[in-house]
DNA sequence: AATGAATGAGGCTTCATTCAT
DNA sequence: GATGAATGAAGCCTCATTCAT
């Protein structure tokens, strides 16, 4: 349900009723239960379903050959690309906190997209081409910064041109980078 | 009311009930009422007031004469400091998305604290020390991945030994420096 | 809601729970809640509803040809016929104070009748049949001498027998009449 | 207490809180409780003190030799003069329904007053200058009256100028008089 | 005598969920 | 499959009353 993620996006799980969710669908309050067990399992099955797309993005468009400067260009790419075309998703599953009612399958399709990440940083590393940090460290630290990124462009703080994005994309190399400053 | 901090913290604000966080003070659900006038306010002042603590710490320790190396670094250390003697102060204020029901005059605190670290970069920008990127951007990031390793930490995915967290501020200074790599 | 209608009537509406009057009504609590907005609402939709049974009662009744004497009896009997079948609606709308709780448009259903009433005094006195006096004082002396009579027979402290009714009316009749008295 | 009486006149006895009543006396809410046992006490004491203060002024300026439309002229004059000078508590004890928190004292003390009218009509009866009807009926519709244009003058509908109380009071005369109309 | 913080029951209202249609 | 009235527990908040100061 599409309307549910435009309520759990402004006011979160709990600030979000189900009837606001029918209204905003044009459905009646009970068609929901058709569909979903309970309210929980609507926010995770909308969880699961974003965070699988945002899965299927980067894992489709991740070039296994290219250099590992170029495979992040691309992971970052390919997220704020996400970010852009589905803001309200983005700004759903990543701008709060959803600790208290995910269940186990819904944490488990999550870590799956950051462990891949981190295989990645991990495997750059026996190369010297990134930091000697602990990988989950410096996945963090490059993902957080996109997401503060993003938050900012969405709270309309910053604006993301191009040419800023490719900055910032530059910026966060240097982050994860074991010889960061140097030239593409 | 700390009781009420660790509330908000565990479910969000609208997750909490406010006799959940009389309960845990142990006093009547009444009782709330005569400090606060209602659930908003109450989450309000909390948030303001761990703010401050924050701002308060940052411009206290801030190094008005040192070099911006060391004035990145002492803003940092400050952070991740406050961010470990107040674990749940810290997630309360930067975990969660406050959006719906923060005042303007909580917003407006917010802003304060980031208005200065901006000011900080903008005037090493034009010592050619940082990155000629839009300062906001420069801060928004360099703030995300701050925020996105407390995450991991508070989610127990990392932990952070003062070597992490040194070889972090560094990989963090990379993000904005205009000249990464270079030995402090 | 009928039931709405005893508890308002017993104890006016401050002094009635919403849990009241459901329980009262055989429904839960939260049922009230699908047909009316708010308490407020529900005391208004109850005034309005019987006020205007009131006030249809005596417009459709009212002989626009016959004398003066005549209608004023008919208006009166009118009333006189509501109260006695309908005592606890009239007992609500009549011997409590709404004033503080009423919307525009209850009080708009009120001054309608009344400004009927008036109306009629006023044809009355440009044939000296009504006494000279302000036409609103004659109505409110008229009505309240009725209300009274009514109160005191909702307290069980007179018996309202024809005969007694009768003479009450022509009492009431010689409160306005300009030649009291006389045989009608 | 005289800030209950603004507080019960506007919103009535279970609309008012005793906080309320407290910061309008300007003192703590605990200090009430001193002078009174509970809310019940309060608006009984309140209603009885004033009930009193009408009953005095009837029965001391009472004339007890004079004509009986002489007494009747002074008695609505009294009651009027009370109501004019103190509206608000004329209005809280005669424009409210008071009847789910009066005592058995506070019934008996206005019982007083009108067995006192009622004996004076009855009386007068026996010299055939007030109507053959139920002394009761005659003197709740007269009393109606007065309260009704009361509370036309409390809701601001009509203006009370000494010639518009004369005539109602002449008007008044006529509802119970035996030979309405007659000069006085 | 006066205070006002504290209480906790209870009031109004909302909401996740059910179920007869 | 869809509806939406109904439910009743639970949420936020108020309030009469108490009591230590």
Chains 1, 2, 3, 4 share one sequence.
């Not at 992971?75 to 599953?93: G, K, N």
């Not at 600790?99 to 010297?128: C, H, M, P, W």
Request: glycine residues 4%; contains cysteine; charged residues 25%.
């Amino acid at each position: 349900m599409d309307a549910a993620l435009d309520c759990f996006v402004e006011r979160g799980f709990y600030g979000t009723a189900m009837p606001q969710i029918a209204e905003k669908a044009g459905v009646a309050a009970g068609t929901i239960y058709h569909y979903f067990d309970s309210k929980e399992a609507l926010v995770n099955a909308l969880y699961r379903s974003w965070k699988t797309v945002v899965a299927q993005r980067v894992f489709m468009k991740f070039p296994q050959e290219a250099s590992v400067r170029e495979q992040f260009r691309v992971m970052w790419h390919e997220m704020i690309a996400f970010a852009m075309e589905e803001p309200r998703a983005f700004a759903f599953i990543e701008l709060h906190n959803h600790a208290s009612y995910l269940d186990a399958e819904s944490v488990a399709v999550d870590r799956n997209l950051k462990d891949f990440a981190r295989g990645v940083i991990q495997l750059a590393q026996t190369q010297g081409l990134i930091k000697p940090v602990d990988a989950t460290v410096l996945m963090e630290l490059s993902f957080g910064a996109f997401v503060g990124m993003m938050r900012a462009h969405w709270e309309r703080r910053i604006e993301l041109t191009p040419e800023v994005i490719a900055k910032a994309e530059e910026a966060c190399w240097d982050t994860v980078s074991a010889h960061p400053g140097t030239p593409a």
